[in-house]
Structure formats: C-alpha cells, structure tokens
DNA sequence: TACTAATTTGTAATAATTACAATTTGACAT
DNA sequence: ATGTCAAATTGTAATTATTACAAATTAGTA
C-alpha cells in the first residue's frame, strides 16, 4: 500500500483512502475494468464509497499519467494501470481486452509530424485466440 | 451516386436515399463527424429523416466494412470513409482528429499471435501543430 | 489544534446510444 | 405494372455512461 502513497505524493496529489483503494484494485485487476465495475467491486467493502468519486479519482489519476484510459470498446472507458508501452485487443466475440506486448514503431514518424504526441494507443479488434478454438469445436473441424 | 449504389450492392444490402445521402456525406467530410453532427447537417436538407436511421445505416455500413468507427475521444463514436490503412491523431486543445498516414508494421507480428485480428485502430493524442503554433505566439516566444 | 483548499458524497442533469412497435419501402416474382 | 414480404425507416421511450453541482468532510500544513 505504501507504494500507492508514494505515486500520489510524487505527483503532489493528496492521499485519500478511496483513491489507495482504487489504484490497488487497478493493479490487482488487469481485466482492464470499465469505472462501474470498480466502483461495484470495491463498495462491497467500502459501503461509503461514491461512484463519483470513482469517476474523479480515475480522472486525475489519468491526467497524472498514473492510470491510462483506454477506449477501445466505444461504450464506455476501461482502465488499466500504466507500465510500459503496449498495445490492446478487443475480443468481439466475449468482450475481453488483452494486453498486447508489441512498441509502436510509428512513435519515431510521428515526432517529426509537428504535433505534439503525447499518447500512443494501439488497439486490434477481431476474435481471440481461445474464442476461435471454441468456433472449431463447435463446427466439428 | 452511382459510385455509393455499386458499393451496397456489392454488399448486398439495400439501396435507401438515407443510406447513399450518409455515404455521400461521409465521403465529402472527412472530418471525422459523430453521428449527431451528420444527422444535424443531412436534416436540413432532408427533413423527414430520423436519428435512429443514421444510427442504424453508421451500424451496417461499419459492420460490412465500407466506414469505419473511431473512438478515439471516448465520448462518442465518430466516422470515417474507409480507405486505405490510417491512423488518428486527437488534438486535446481544439479537439480535431486528423489523418496520420502511416501504416501498422505490428500486423504481421499480431497476425502470429492467435487472435484473428479484423481492424487496426492506431489512436495518437496531444496538441496538434497548429496549436502548438498558437501557444508559441502567446508566449511571445 | 485550527485553518483552508481540496476531496468526497449524493442527487440531479446531460449526452450518447439502444429498444421497440408501427409504418413505409426496396427488391423480386408474378 | 402490381403484389408480396422481409428489411428499413421513423418516432418515442428507455437505458447507460458521464458530468454538474452544492453541501459535508477531510488531508495537509501552520
């Protein structure tokens, strides 16, 4: 917990319980959970918890770079704790996100475009791996 | 006209006024439009056409690959003619998306990966060149 | 321990999208 | 041309994610 604290305090944010308990659960829950699911999770054990809170405190936590929001699905935001670069798949199929552990080799392109990069998001959709296994199965083939 | 005919034939879908004008439409802006935007414009000049059309006609021309759905702003869903492979840029100041013209060169690793990937999505965000330009002549720099 | 600005909370409002039932229409066969 | 029927369109109502806001609380600091 206390390297929770240390990732606000180096970003000067003030250390509240519901912010510790968010960045936890995003570190312990690489499913890339979308803002309702985090705050349904952690109200079981946090009964005062307010689902605007959630909705603040992911929101400054990306804007400090801690958390990455990602966009993927286009109904709604899903979170993910930020390590180092990587790329993600959206599974049409059963609706997983799975990181995809590839750099992108545009980033060197796109500094010489003119505009300032800031982010890089790559995202792949189309049906994952254990999905068209479970299709083969079925089809007998 | 004829051109946006031929591609729902050859799709076998159905001809309507309402899809050709929101073809036409598309392929004449390409600034990226969400689906409020496209029905604000077409209205004027089409009054009796519904919201719920443009929302069904965005639907099938996405899913029989002839547009494209981008959800690089995570509020909303926004189109694009689909041509050839591209990437988005979102300006977080004036909030265009912008066309990066480079190709994926991580689809060849992603097609070994296992998953069956059908769409390249490849988002990039921060301050465009022209606001960076404006920035500069506020600074006085 | 007291102060202050920031945070949390709950509720209400907004915005994008979807559900749905009734009406209309495109494509095809006669 | 006309009739048929599945598919598309329309309008309204519902849903879902997100934001706005004001009052109560709290973290950090003096």
Redesign the pocket.
């Given at each position: 917990m206390e390297k929770y604290v240390k990732m606000l305090r180096e970003k000067n944010?003030?250390?509240?319980?519901?912010?510790l308990i968010i960045l936890k659960y995003l570190n312990e829950h690489s499913t890339h959970p979308?803002?309702?699911k985090i705050y349904q999770d952690l109200k079981i054990n946090n009964p005062?918890?307010?689902?605007?809170?959630v909705?603040?405190?992911l929101?400054?936590l990306e804007k400090h770079g801690i958390i990455q929001s990602i966009t993927i699905s286009?109904?709604?935001?899903r979170y993910d704790f930020r390590h180092e670069m990587h790329h993600h798949f959206l599974c049409k199929k059963c609706g997983r996100i799975i990181d995809i552990d590839v750099v992108c080799p545009n980033l060197g392109k796109m500094l010489e475009c003119g505009h300032n990069v800031e982010e890089v998001h790559g995202y792949f959709k189309g049906i994952c791996k254990k999905c068209m296994n479970k299709e083969k199965i079925k089809d007998g083939s």
């Amino acid at each position: 917990m206390e390297k929770y604290v240390k990732m606000l305090r180096e970003k000067n944010l003030k250390v509240t319980p519901q912010r510790l308990i968010i960045l936890k659960y995003l570190n312990e829950h690489s499913t890339h959970p979308a803002t309702d699911k985090i705050y349904q999770d952690l109200k079981i054990n946090n009964p005062s918890l307010s689902k605007t809170t959630v909705y603040n405190s992911l929101e400054i936590l990306e804007k400090h770079g801690i958390i990455q929001s990602i966009t993927i699905s286009g109904l709604e935001h899903r979170y993910d704790f930020r390590h180092e670069m990587h790329h993600h798949f959206l599974c049409k199929k059963c609706g997983r996100i799975i990181d995809i552990d590839v750099v992108c080799p545009n980033l060197g392109k796109m500094l010489e475009c003119g505009h300032n990069v800031e982010e890089v998001h790559g995202y792949f959709k189309g049906i994952c791996k254990k999905c068209m296994n479970k299709e083969k199965i079925k089809d007998g083939s």
